[in-house]
């Protein structure tokens, strides 16, 4: 095999990688899959230099783009490229998808992930922004940067065909490599100025659509109602999303982080502080996140917050309705249930929620499509009962809510997590969608389920610029529609 073709500068991160690339080819080219011509995926996972990934992710200029990390950033992924794409513009039932990203994965090297998500409720249409996503996505991709308490690995998937020259797909792998970006990023990097921001529904509108609700809690056709809305802000030049996603990290702690770009200009980007469910083999976790206050300045305002929330009958029968959902989903899929007595509180950077974690042990039987059907959506961007709830969602909001409020995450042969994607944004170009929800039961009151969105929006408007200056220029050229 020609040596030369390995064209990789000797001081390059990925020169360990592209040395066991060739290497593979070296080995392996004349070995077919039990004997047979048919392509099959290669999975390489190699030591790797440590980086920033955010810095490394935001200068690569690959379409696909993927970033994720667990709530306390144990495990963090920055991921390029797609080697199998599994998406589509009519939603499929969750059961029917998972089982066949179930059965691809089956024929791939253990350890292999889907990364991706699904629209938040697929018997609504999807407006022109969210074309590129589809009512689902998935992907394998070419290069995933795993980084888990200091320990860096770099993960190459290929397709491998015996009935090709060898030679021209190392060439190709290379191509690939070469492609990729190792140039230090530029520290400080402003973002485009600010020009407006428009909210849907306007604070009138909004007022209207809680009244609706309060009279539906009255003649008892709803216990609970979930609206949000959509903050539009445009800016005077082109967003990088990883950037404004890293920017968002430092304002939003605790929290599950992720980019999902199907191809350049458009990506979907959040920190959800609620998970939807963690499977590991046949170990499942999941949790009831409701209820919303503001972190106090001091620990004595703080524990008066939290004590506020812990004591607010409105809150707790809105966490109440998310805790009753689990339990009964848990009970039907689950040979044992394990769930504390007693609500504690969820501490993020800005906010603290009530919560509720709850662990079982699953029937053999049961799958993530399983899983997804009975948990999303829950009653914390839903409503109750679910199917009046969504009816009722999509005749007030004014908007089509896409992958927001959606699961979002990762699948792989033995293991998955899924994250619910609020306090998250669209990407469009120049244009930041904001969206962000409130819980609406009965003694809600508009101005301050207002004002808690408001409130769930800081991190993002504080991850635009630092200082005053953005969020109060936001307000101030808001525009309303």
């Given at each position: 095999m020609d040596k030369s073709a390995y064209k990789l500068q000797p001081n390059s991160p990925a020169r360990k990688l592209g040395e066991a690339i060739r290497n593979w080819f070296e080995e392996n080219h004349a070995i077919g899959k039990e004997g047979s011509g048919a392509p099959f995926l290669v999975r390489l996972e190699i030591p790797g230099d440590s980086l920033s990934l955010f810095d490394w992710l935001a200068v690569q200029e690959i379409p696909e783009r993927i970033y994720w990390s667990d709530r306390n950033d144990d495990h963090c992924i920055a991921a390029v490229g797609a080697v199998d794409r599994f998406c589509g513009p009519e939603l499929m039932a969750p059961e029917a998808l998972m089982d066949l990203l179930s059965e691809r994965l089956k024929a791939y090297p253990e350890g292999v992930r889907y990364f991706g998500g699904m629209a938040f409720d697929g018997e609504r249409s999807l407006d022109d922004n969210w074309a590129p996503f589809g009512a689902f996505w998935f992907v394998v991709p070419r290069l995933e940067i795993h980084q888990t308490k200091g320990e860096t690995r770099w993960i190459w998937h290929f397709w491998y065909d015996p009935n090709l020259s060898p030679?021209?797909?190392?060439?190709?792998?290379?191509?690939?490599?070469?492609?990729?970006?190792?140039?230090?990023?530029?520290?400080?990097?402003?973002?485009?100025?600010?020009?407006?921001?428009?909210?849907?529904?306007?604070?009138?509108?909004?007022?209207?659509?809680?009244?609706?609700?309060?009279?539906?809690?009255?003649?008892?056709?709803?216990?609970?109602?979930?609206?949000?809305?959509?903050?539009?802000?445009?800016?005077?030049?082109?967003?990088?999303?990883?950037?404004?996603?890293?920017?968002?990290?430092?304002?939003?702690?605790?929290?599950?982080?992720?980019?999902?770009?199907?191809?350049?200009?458009?990506?979907?980007?959040?920190?959800?502080?609620?998970?939807?469910?963690?499977?590991?083999?046949?170990?499942?976790?999941?949790?009831?996140?409701?209820?919303?206050?503001?972190?106090?300045?001091?620990?004595?305002?703080?524990?008066?917050?939290?004590?506020?929330?812990?004591?607010?009958?409105?809150?707790?029968?809105?966490?109440?309705?998310?805790?009753?959902?689990?339990?009964?989903?848990?009970?039907?899929?689950?040979?044992?249930?394990?769930?504390?007595?007693?609500?504690?509180?969820?501490?993020?950077?800005?906010?603290?929620?009530?919560?509720?974690?709850?662990?079982?042990?699953?029937?053999?039987?049961?799958?993530?499509?399983?899983?997804?059907?009975?948990?999303?959506?829950?009653?914390?961007?839903?409503?109750?009962?679910?199917?009046?709830?969504?009816?009722?969602?999509?005749?007030?909001?004014p908007f089509a809510r896409g992958w927001y409020a959606a699961p979002?995450?990762?699948?792989?042969?033995?293991?998955?997590?899924?994250?619910?994607?609020?306090?998250?944004?669209?990407?469009?170009?120049?244009?930041?969608?904001?969206?962000?929800?409130?819980?609406?039961?009965?003694?809600?009151?508009?101005?301050?389920?207002?004002?808690?969105?408001?409130?769930?929006?800081?991190?993002?408007?504080?991850a635009l610029d630092s200082g005053e200056r953005v969020h109060s220029g936001l307000n101030r050229n808001r525009i309303n529609p």
């Open positions: 030679e021209f797909q190392t060439e190709e792998q290379f191509a690939f490599l070469e492609r990729l970006d190792f140039t230090p990023a530029t520290p400080g990097q402003p973002f485009p100025e600010t020009l407006d921001r428009t909210d849907a529904p306007d604070q009138e509108g909004w007022t209207e659509q809680i009244n609706t609700a309060l009279k539906l809690f009255e003649s008892g056709q709803l216990d609970k109602l979930v609206l949000a809305r959509k903050s539009r802000i445009r800016f005077s030049g082109e967003l990088n999303p990883v950037q404004l996603l890293q920017r968002l990290r430092k304002n939003n702690t605790r929290a599950f982080h992720f980019c999902f770009q199907p191809r350049a200009g458009s990506a979907f980007i959040g920190g959800s502080p609620e998970r939807l469910f963690s499977r590991c083999n046949g170990d499942i976790t999941s949790e009831a996140v409701a209820g919303t206050r503001p972190r106090g300045k001091t620990p004595v305002l703080d524990q008066k917050l939290e004590t506020e929330l812990l004591d607010s009958e409105k809150d707790r029968w809105e966490h109440l309705l998310v805790v009753d959902q689990l339990k009964s989903a848990f009970r039907d899929f689950c040979d044992a249930v394990e769930m504390p007595k007693n609500t504690s509180v969820l501490k993020l950077s800005r906010l603290q929620h009530l919560y509720a974690g709850i662990r079982g042990k699953l029937k053999k039987e049961v799958n993530e499509g399983r899983l997804l059907t009975v948990l999303h959506p829950t009653p914390a961007v839903g409503g109750t009962p679910r199917k009046e709830a969504l009816d009722w969602i999509d005749r007030l909001e979002v995450g990762w699948i792989s042969r033995n293991a998955s997590e899924f994250a619910v994607a609020i306090r998250s944004g669209l990407v469009i170009g120049n244009v930041l969608n904001l969206f962000s929800g409130a819980g609406i039961v009965a003694g809600s009151l508009p101005g301050k389920e207002w004002e808690e969105i408001e409130t769930k929006l800081v991190n993002f408007i504080r």
